[in-house]
DNA sequence: CAGTGTACGGTACAACGTACGGAGAGTGAG
DNA sequence: CTCACTCTCCGTACGTTGTACCGTACACTG
């Protein structure tokens, strides 16, 4: 990043390129869709850090340069793979509104999501700035929309309801992409094994009665895959409060 | 970032470094609380993408390889920053144990984690590894789980209740951080009425019913401060099923 | 006062995003 | 067919990043 002031980024200009067709190829079979693709596969197996336009680039067989003619920089690119990656979630046809009342589906929409953000784990490193106004994004909201409609809710409830749902789910998978991250890291060493002695001759001295009995129970449960247990029961109490709304 | 392989990053050189006293100056009175209070700054001003070694460097007076004595490297420094700040959250003595039940100490933990994250949005930014088994993170840890405990939860059901809503206010802390800087970027220009007619162009042909009519409503509360009313309704529905477990 | 360990920092390197401008292919007009 | 113009592609270059390496110079120990 040379410049201290980032380009302007025209909220115009994005949304028409991420509603244009993104097929059309230029001299070298060069398209938008491909440049967004290879991005994806980049960062789906090595993070945001890992994705480069050079790294594109050479995935395509095309020097750094040429992506610029597809896609204005980085951060726009960057839109562009959140709009791609969203219309996936429900490619498969079993859609939130089809799953029988309102309660399955949106147990669906988070265990769509979750699938989604541990498919594409660089999609909870992405800070969100403006909703990413594409057709991927617009049909999951209008798909995920569906089993709130009609069921006594305000359209502002809706949308707080969804959103809150998304939120638990996003926030959980990413302490479980972190957890995969250093885990795959080193090699399967015990982490806690090897920090806890470490820890209590640091911490001799203090004391933390409740949070070294409870982080016990927790430490060991995250060695079966928490997060996900994390986020089921409080999607689970969520529910039970718009239950307790409704009626 | 020369080398694709990073630092392998010591578990057990972190804890030290975490529970060290970081007082102890060096031959120019440089400390490690220095280093890290002012990398706080930097990042509390102007986002994680700001906090350059050198920058932090400058702001001492001193070379940027100064820094890594006291340091061994970015990553640990934000680790650090991460304990430092955490410390913070309760230092006003107004702690979530004496609220007066555990719904009220959820509500004020919740309020406080808002608080938080907006003073240092970098911390929104942050995707976590291992937890950051500092005195800070410790104490606000032990400090949160009080009005959850002996009120007939399990020790792994007070981790989750109480991570779930740690969740719930990070990711919509998020979004409110996101919002924010977008809007502080270009000057206070309406987006909504810019985008909107370049938007309806482009998806002609394309039908979301569910979603313009929802969307619409949740643009519009989105100018009064939007994510917070999410948090908030969110949070509410997430206690009433913690009450309705309980009873 | 001499010796030694440690704090400091100058230089250098690989990698980054991308501005700039040239090269070359494609297309339309005369 | 020829020319001119446009648009795609990309080589080069710049400023900035984290930090490895190694020399320097201070402060403490003896």
């Not at 960062?43 to 750094?64: C, I, N, P, S």
């Not at 791609?84 to 089809?98: K, M, Q, S, T």
């Not at 992405?126 to 409609?149: F, T």
């Not at 359209?155 to 995969?180: F, K, N, P, Y």
Request: hydrophobic share 45%; charged share 25%; aromatic share 4%.
């Amino acid at each position: 990043m040379p410049s201290n002031a980032p380009r302007p980024s025209d909220p115009t200009r994005l949304v028409s390129l991420l509603w244009e067709p993104s097929d059309r190829p230029g001299r070298t079979g060069l398209t938008k869709r491909a440049v967004v693709e290879n991005a994806i596969a980049i960062a789906d197996a090595e993070g945001l850090g890992a994705l480069t336009m050079r790294r594109v680039a050479d995935r395509l067989g095309v020097g750094a340069m040429s992506l610029y003619t597809h896609v204005p920089g980085k951060p726009e690119l960057v839109e562009l793979m959140l709009d791609a990656v969203a219309g996936e979630a429900y490619a498969d046809g079993a859609l939130p509104g089809e799953q029988g009342g309102w309660r399955a589906g949106l147990r669906h929409i988070a265990e769509r999501n979750w699938r989604h953000h541990l498919r594409h784990p660089w999609t909870v490193e992405v800070v969100p700035g403006r909703p990413v106004l594409g057709p991927g994004v617009s049909a999951k909201y209008e798909l995920e929309l569906a089993p709130l409609d009609g069921i006594g809710l305000s359209d502002l409830e809706m949308d707080q309801v969804l959103c809150g749902v998304l939120a638990l789910v996003e926030s959980t998978a990413r302490q479980q992409i972190g957890l995969d991250r250093v885990r795959a890291g080193n090699g399967d060493l015990d982490w806690w094994a090897t920090v806890s002695p470490v820890l209590t001759r640091a911490m001799s001295g203090h004391r933390f009665p409740l949070a070294e009995r409870v982080g016990a129970a927790a430490g060991e449960a995250v060695e079966a895959g928490d997060p996900l247990a994390i986020m089921r029961l409080s999607l689970d109490l969520l529910l039970d409060g718009v239950a307790g709304r409704l009626r």
